[in-house]
């Protein structure tokens, strides 16, 4: 998904040739999406699918006793207190801060500012020159800055797909009339200090998404003037357990679902722009729901689903903002929503059973027992 920024510009004027920069687009009049399918006829054979829940710790939050190192309390006043997150930092130049959830199993790292920061006791700080095409670096060198800091700190990348680059950069969207003609503007290409590198998590096999076109996995910063990493999110366990559902096997059904995500304003009836979508691909995809022992807590699932890619989303134009239309496989997802494709709702209580074995992170085939 590319981010737009639009830019409040007069109409009454053309753009001059050869000044405006690759990135900036035209927004046409705005009337909706209508979706329309363009790709394939499939045929589904699986009555079932398999949906996988990521496993915590057995140990779940430490257990704590004894008193305060603050000498403010008692702490073994408050019996049952576990430790559910905590945060550690190195005290020491480019030093980082860790905060790690014991409770489900997460760490996240960033830079520990007063180890980074360059300004002066006075608050200035030092100016530094825009960066152009020609300072970044090539995908395969910041792959090895963000390798090299995984392997120095042990962080295992077993369960991850090849790490990916993103490279998007933001869309000037001149905002216009339909029919208007374009003003003379000259925009510089923004180049970011820090750029994305994403290790794709695979789970069986598959590849998982956010509930969107975004992989889902271990998140890394890497500034590209200092040439290190500044922040590290989503570091996780890889390891799942998992319950078959009954899924939807009629194709048809599916791609209607698809085709509802459009709208278009009633004033605008036959103004909708028309988004294509082509013939979509067996993912994995991220749900939230409530843990059905508690709910105040929540767990992490990934739901079969397919998805349809965006046939024309450079022709509607970079703020389209959407390459494809994720539609669950399990029947009761579809079924509890009135078949829309999203948001999806929560499942049943009894979708995934804690019992069950959890599959290891290179996603080897796990035996499941029917309901």
Known sequence: IVPTMAVDLPVDAKIMAGSAPSTMIVRPGYYGYRYVYKGEVLSLADTEVTVYRRARDP?????????????????????????QNFQ???????????????????ISIN???????????????PELPSLTQADVPSDEAMIAITNSFLNA??????????????REQPIYTIMTEPGATMPAVDLPQYVPDTFLITYPELIAGQTAYEYGSTKAGLKINVNIRDKKVVSLWDLKRTAFEGSLYASETDFAQLVKIAEQTGWAAPEAEGKAAEVQLGTPQLVLTKVWQSDPANSAKQQELFVPAYSFPVLNAEALGGYFGQNAVIVPLVKDLLDAYGNQPQPMPLMKADLVRPTEPAIEPQGAPMPIEKK
């Open 59 to 83: 140990q779940g939050a430490l257990a704590l006793g004894g008193d305060n190192p603050l000498g403010l309390l008692n702490l073994s006043s408050f019996p049952g207190s576990k430790l």
């Open 88 to 106: 550690v930092y190195q005290d020491q130049s480019e030093g980082y801060s860790l905060n790690v959830d014991v409770e489900n199993g997460t």
């Open 111 to 125: 830079q520990y500012w007063p180890g980074w920061n360059k300004c002066g006791v006075d608050g200035r700080c």
């Open 153 to 166: 700190h042990g962080i295992p990348t077993t369960g991850y797909a090849k790490p990916e680059v993103q």
